[in-house]
C-alpha cells in the first residue's frame, strides 16, 4: 500500500497542526554564527600577563604513571618538510610538548618554555605562530624580542628557528 503525502491527512497524524507546515514557518536562512574568539599575539593581550598564567605541565611523577597520550599524535606528525598548516592541532599540541612547552590553563593557544638559556611564550594566532623571547629569562636581552612565522613554513624549519633562541 503506497501513499503519497498529498493523500494523508491531518487524521493519519493526530499530534500535528495543519494550519503549521514548513512552508508556512518562517526560518532563518542563515543561522546566526557563533562567536569567534580570536588568539593575539601576547604583545596585543590585555588579560593576565602570560607569566603569571597557569601551565598545563605534568609533574615528573605524574607522568612516570602513565604514558603520555599524545604519543599517538606525536606518531601521527606528517613529515618534517611538510608546512605547518598540513598538521592537525592536536599533532601541533604534542609537538610542541615534545619541544618542552608547556600550555596556559586559561589561554589555550598560549605556550611557554624555559631553556637554559631564554625563556620564551608562544602563541598559536589565526594566521601565524608567535614567539616573544623574555627579557626576564636567563641571557642577556635588552627587551622583549618577538618573531612571526607563517604556518606555510615547514614544521622543521619552524623548529630550527623557534629552539635556536633569540
Not at 512552508?23 to 532563518?28: A, E, M, N, V
Not at 588568539?39 to 604513571?65: D, I, N, Q
Not at 618577538?146 to 615547514?154: D, K, T
Request: glycine share 4%; net charge neutral.
Amino acid at each position: 500500500m503506497s501513499m503519497s503525502m498529498s493523500t494523508l491527512s491531518s487524521s493519519t497524524f493526530p499530534n500535528t497542526n495543519p494550519s503549521l507546515s514548513l512552508s508556512s514557518q518562517k526560518l532563518p536562512l542563515f543561522p546566526k554564527p557563533l562567536p569567534l574568539r580570536l588568539t593575539h599575539p601576547p604583545s596585543f593581550s590585555l588579560r593576565t600577563p602570560p607569566f603569571l598564567a597557569p601551565l598545563l605541565c605534568k609533574s615528573p611523577e605524574v607522568e612516570a604513571e602513565a604514558p603520555p597520550p599524545e604519543d599517538e599524535w606525536l606518531q601521527k606528525l606528517p613529515e618534517k618538510s611538510r608546512p605547518l598548516y598540513s598538521h592537525s592541532l592536536p599533532c601541533i599540541e604534542a609537538w610542541l610538548r615534545s619541544l618542552g612547552f608547556c600550555q596556559s590553563k586559561e589561554d589555550r593557544a598560549l605556550w611557554m618554555v624555559h631553556k637554559p638559556d631564554w625563556h620564551a611564550h608562544l602563541s598559536l594566532d589565526v594566521t601565524d605562530l608567535y614567539i616573544r623571547y623574555l627579557k626576564s629569562g636567563p641571557g642577556n636581552l635588552e627587551k622583549d624580542v618577538e618573531r612571526r612565522f607563517s604556518y606555510a613554513l615547514s614544521r622543521e624549519d619552524i623548529e630550527n628557528a623557534v629552539l635556536g633562541g633569540p
